[in-house]
């Protein structure tokens, strides 16, 4: 049995627990030791990519040009929600 058939062997009598932790550990190892033959893999996704990809983006509903006019909206909104004008 080669070594690489006796590692699958090992890994697979272990529990799911372990298995889990032993992949987080390769790829530990693979961030540190990147391999030569391979190029490096990108960079963590941005934070906007990564709610995009998430669903958060998208999620409501509101004007486009909010941040510009947020107080208007907002006295607007609250005057009639509260009825204080």
């Keep these: 049995m080669s070594n690489l058939e006796q590692l699958q062997t090992d890994v697979e009598a272990l529990p799911a627990e372990a298995q889990l932790l032993l992949m987080d550990f390769l790829e530990i190892l693979k961030k540190r030791y990147p391999q030569k033959n391979q190029p490096e893999s990108t ?16 999620c409501v509903s509101v004007e486009e040009n909010l941040s510009t006019t947020y107080k208007q909206v907002l006295s607007e909104t609250w005057g009639a929600k509260y009825d204080h004008r």
């Design 43 to 58: 960079a963590d996704p941005d934070p906007y990519q990564q709610f995009q990809e998430s669903g958060f983006i998208g």
